[in-house]
């Protein structure tokens, strides 16, 4: 392919100058592509301290030439893209020649390459986008570029990027998804020194999503069978609906080959699925769509990551047509997991999966002494009402902080025995309550929701979670930016009674859940948390959260589970009146709705 040439200038300025190098995930995104571009069968990606300190990718592909390897440094400087019809037209990963110019401008870059038929290669320095050194190499065919102190010439953008730990989990993330997109071509990722995965060239889309840890969904894969319309195509693969998830982060598509994030197709999806699954969930799903480039403009985006399609709708009907197959069973998909033999998820989730509450457990009165030290005991349910003695005198506010607070004291001590009876369920989602005044209605996921958001703030702030151990701890392959997340909350899960830890690279080990929670699946429950959190922490630092904000998030999921049974009711109004504020869940919503006598009246005409 090589044979590198300068734009003319009217194409070069057709392709909008943008920001490529962002993190260290965008140099591997664009480093991985060009060796994908150059056709190489087997890759090589490491990186160093979350890819700030090293990058490397070496390939096997067809390398290039001592001068094109020179130009290639160049701005605007592509063996892919010729004239105008070109960005029509595009059928390699990359095409701006944009990328090798901007990442060696912002680190300590080396280019290692040499030509199948060529007898020595060429390497060339390049420190802060000054060239230092073109020499002659001995290296095999193919290319290694080497990308070491990213943004050290840049300090104000250095500043912004977050923890080492959290641009690792960016760049295992970018790893994987051209893993995911490429299954013909060998992947090695070493990171920090050690391989993280190395997964074997394939022809099955399936065996590559299962080396690469979708194993524990992998039994249930549904093959979305390819269906083809004019100009465009889609194959494919969803999860079962119980490895669904509130995020829509297992979901992966890829745009003739290119990862890619799309509203259209996510909808699409989304509406394919609905009623087949619980409201706001989203299954698993790995998309390939083939598109004729004239009918998508990959260009509107400087990393490509967004598209743009021509023909929204009749992407929109190809979808519908070849997932909602598979959602009502028509299709001829349906593919089992005994074509995979060897990697046979199921076995595993048999011997490891059983449901927590079949066994006995011993109470974790041991995790009670690593507690404590690191909760924050500081805030007492219903925390922001209290004031505590002798705070400095903030005249105004705290008057009236008292008063609240005496008010609900006076209410919560007289309210210890609930002033309603139960007497009924409606529709499964709320209990019908009778009081002295007349008729209550009481959501029962938001009555679960306030009694374990205080029953784990009290375990937490005296450290003393109670916990129930599983006999067979549970394993859990992890996408790298869940596992983050988890990673940074281990103190919060532990305090709140779950014990997590790594197993592994990608892969935590759940030790055991907290009682209050006991009767789940671990593994759906474990998910729906980091989804919640999850949804806080982006875009947000990467501190771990408050006690207090954990405890509600994982109230907020536990109190998800189950539909409400009438011979619960009595147990959770006692509950519910004994918790600091009754009336309302910890995000501020109402748990039950009265209605006064009189207002029945007068709605009657009496
Ligand atoms: P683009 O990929 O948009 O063309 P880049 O700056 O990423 O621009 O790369 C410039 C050129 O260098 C590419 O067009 C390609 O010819 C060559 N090149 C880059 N990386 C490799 C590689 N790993 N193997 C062979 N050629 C490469
Ligand atoms: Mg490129």
């Given at each position: 392919?090589?044979?590198?040439?300068?734009?003319?200038?009217?194409?070069?300025?057709?392709?909008?100058?943008?920001e490529?190098?962002?993190?260290?995930?965008?140099?591997?995104?664009?480093?991985?592509?060009?060796?994908?571009?150059?056709?190489?069968?087997?890759l090589?990606?490491?990186?160093?301290?979350?890819?700030?300190?090293?990058?490397?990718?070496?390939?096997d592909?067809?390398?290039?030439?001592?001068?094109?390897?020179?130009?290639?440094?160049e701005?605007?400087?592509?063996?892919?893209?010729?004239?105008?019809?070109?960005?029509?037209?595009?059928?390699?990963?990359?095409?701006?020649?944009?990328?090798?110019?901007?990442?060696a401008?912002?680190?300590?870059?080396?280019?290692?390459?040499r030509?199948?038929?060529?007898?020595?290669?060429?390497?060339?320095?390049?420190?802060?986008?000054k060239?230092?050194?073109?020499?002659?190499?001995?290296?095999?065919?193919?290319?290694?570029?080497?990308?070491?102190?990213?943004?050290y010439?840049?300090?104000a953008?250095?500043?912004?990027?977050?923890?080492?730990?959290?641009?690792?989990?960016?760049?295992?993330?970018?790893?994987?998804?051209?893993?995911?997109?490429?299954?013909?071509?060998?992947?090695?990722?070493?990171?920090?020194?050690?391989v993280s995965?190395?997964?074997?060239?394939?022809?099955?889309?399936?065996?590559?999503?299962?080396?690469?840890g979708?194993?524990?969904?992998?039994?249930?894969?549904?093959?979305?069978?390819?269906?083809?319309?004019?100009?465009?195509?889609?194959?494919?693969?969803?999860?079962?609906?119980?490895?669904?998830?509130?995020?829509r982060?297992?979901?992966y598509?890829?745009?003739?080959?290119?990862?890619?994030?799309?509203?259209?197709?996510?909808?699409?999806?989304?509406?394919?699925?609905?009623?087949?699954?619980?409201?706001?969930?989203?299954?698993?799903?790995?998309?390939?769509?083939?598109?004729?480039?004239?009918?998508?403009d990959?260009?509107?985006?400087?990393?490509?990551?967004?598209?743009?399609?021509?023909?929204?709708?009749?992407?929109?009907?190809?979808?519908?047509?070849?997932?909602?197959?598979?959602?009502?069973?028509?299709?001829?998909?349906?593919?089992?997991?005994?074509?995979?033999?060897?990697?046979?998820?199921?076995?595993?989730?048999g011997?490891?999966?059983?449901?927590?509450?079949?066994?006995?457990?011993?109470?974790?009165?041991?995790?009670?002494?690593?507690?404590?030290?690191?909760?924050?005991?500081?805030?007492?349910?219903?925390g922001?009402?209290?004031?505590?003695?002798?705070?400095?005198?903030?005249a105004?506010?705290?008057?009236?902080?008292?008063?609240?607070?005496?008010?609900?004291?006076?209410?919560?001590?007289?309210?210890?025995?609930?002033?309603?009876?139960?007497?009924?369920?409606?529709?499964g989602?709320?209990?019908?309550?009778?009081?002295?005044?007349?008729?209550?209605?009481?959501?029962?996921?938001?009555?679960?929701?306030?009694?374990?958001?205080?029953?784990?703030?009290?375990?937490?702030?005296?450290?003393?979670?109670?916990?129930?151990?599983?006999?067979?701890?549970?394993?859990?392959?992890?996408?790298?930016?869940?596992?983050?997340?988890?990673?940074?909350?281990?103190?919060?899960?532990?305090?709140?009674?779950?014990e997590?830890?790594?197993?592994?690279?990608?892969?935590?080990?759940?030790?055991?859940i907290?009682?209050?929670?006991?009767?789940e699946?671990?593994?759906?429950?474990?998910?729906?948390?980091?989804?919640?959190?999850?949804?806080?922490?982006?875009g947000?630092?990467?501190?771990?959260?408050?006690?207090?904000?954990f405890?509600?998030?994982?109230?907020?999921?536990?109190?998800?589970?189950?539909?409400?049974?009438?011979?619960?009711?009595?147990a959770?109004?006692?509950?519910?009146?004994?918790?600091?504020?009754?009336?309302?869940?910890?995000?501020?919503?109402?748990?039950?709705?009265?209605?006064?006598?009189?207002?029945?009246?007068?709605?009657?005409?009496?």
């Open positions: 392919m090589p044979d590198v040439r300068v734009m003319p200038d009217a194409l070069a300025s057709q392709v909008a100058a943008g490529v190098v962002e993190r260290p995930a965008s140099v591997i995104k664009e480093l991985v592509e060009n060796s994908l571009d150059a056709g190489s069968s087997e090589r990606v490491e990186s160093q301290r979350g890819g700030v300190a090293l990058i490397k990718v070496t390939d592909g067809c390398g290039m030439g001592r001068d094109d390897a020179v130009l290639s440094l701005r605007h400087a592509t063996s892919k893209l010729r004239e105008k019809e070109g960005l029509n037209a595009i059928t390699t990963l990359g095409f701006r020649g944009e990328a090798l110019p901007s990442i401008s912002v680190s300590r870059f080396r280019l290692i390459t030509t199948k038929d060529s007898v020595s290669g060429t390497a060339i320095m390049v420190e802060g986008g060239l230092k050194e073109v020499s002659e190499a001995g290296c095999p065919p193919g290319t290694t570029v080497e990308v070491r102190d990213l943004f010439n840049i300090p953008r250095r500043k912004f990027l977050r923890s080492e730990s959290t641009e690792a989990a960016h760049v295992d993330y970018q790893v994987r998804l051209h893993a995911l997109s490429s299954p013909g071509t060998r992947f090695i990722y070493r990171k920090d020194g050690r995965f190395d997964v074997p060239a394939t022809d099955d889309r399936r065996v590559r999503i299962a080396d690469l979708g194993r524990q969904n992998l039994g249930n894969l549904r093959e979305v069978s390819r269906l083809e319309y004019p100009g465009m195509a889609v194959s494919g693969y969803l999860g079962s609906p119980d490895a669904a998830r509130k995020s982060r297992g979901q598509l890829f745009l003739n080959g290119r990862p890619v994030e799309d509203q259209v197709v996510w909808r699409a999806l989304a509406e394919a699925c609905r009623g087949s699954l619980p409201g706001d969930h989203h299954p698993a799903a790995w998309l390939w769509l083939e598109m004729d480039p004239l009918l998508v990959v260009n509107v985006h400087p990393s490509k990551r967004e598209v743009r399609f021509h023909r929204p709708g009749d992407l929109r009907a190809l979808l519908l047509e070849a997932i909602g197959g598979v959602i009502t069973g028509k299709a001829s998909g349906g593919t089992s997991s005994s074509s995979l033999s060897g990697a046979d998820p199921s076995s595993r989730k011997a490891i999966g059983k449901k927590v509450s079949e066994y006995t457990y011993p109470r974790g009165e041991e995790l009670g002494d690593e507690l404590g030290e690191n909760v924050d005991r500081t805030h007492p349910a219903g922001e009402i209290h004031v505590r003695e002798g705070e400095p005198d903030l105004g506010p705290r008057t009236w902080k008292v008063e609240v607070q005496s008010e609900l004291t006076a209410e919560g001590s007289s309210s210890k025995e609930p002033p309603f009876r139960v007497m009924g369920v409606l529709h989602s709320y209990f019908i309550l009778e009081g002295s005044d007349g008729l209550a209605l009481l959501e029962g996921e938001a009555a679960r929701e306030r009694i374990l958001f205080e029953t784990f703030l009290t375990m937490m702030g005296k450290g003393a979670a109670e916990s129930q151990g599983m006999l067979v701890p549970l394993l859990l392959d992890l996408e790298s930016r869940d596992l983050d997340v988890v990673l940074r909350n281990v103190d919060n899960f532990r305090a709140a009674g779950m997590l830890e790594p197993f592994g690279s990608g892969t935590v080990q759940l030790r055991c907290p009682s209050a929670l006991g009767e699946d671990a593994r759906a429950l474990l998910l729906d948390v980091v989804d919640e959190l999850v949804h806080s922490a982006e947000k630092s990467s501190r771990e959260l408050t006690s207090e904000k405890a509600a998030k994982l109230a907020k999921v536990g109190a998800k589970r189950g539909r409400c049974r009438e011979n619960e009711g009595k959770l109004l006692k509950q519910l009146f004994e918790c600091d504020q009754p009336y309302i869940t910890p995000g501020g919503r109402p748990i039950m709705v009265e209605f006064a006598l009189s207002e029945l009246e007068r709605k009657f005409g009496k």
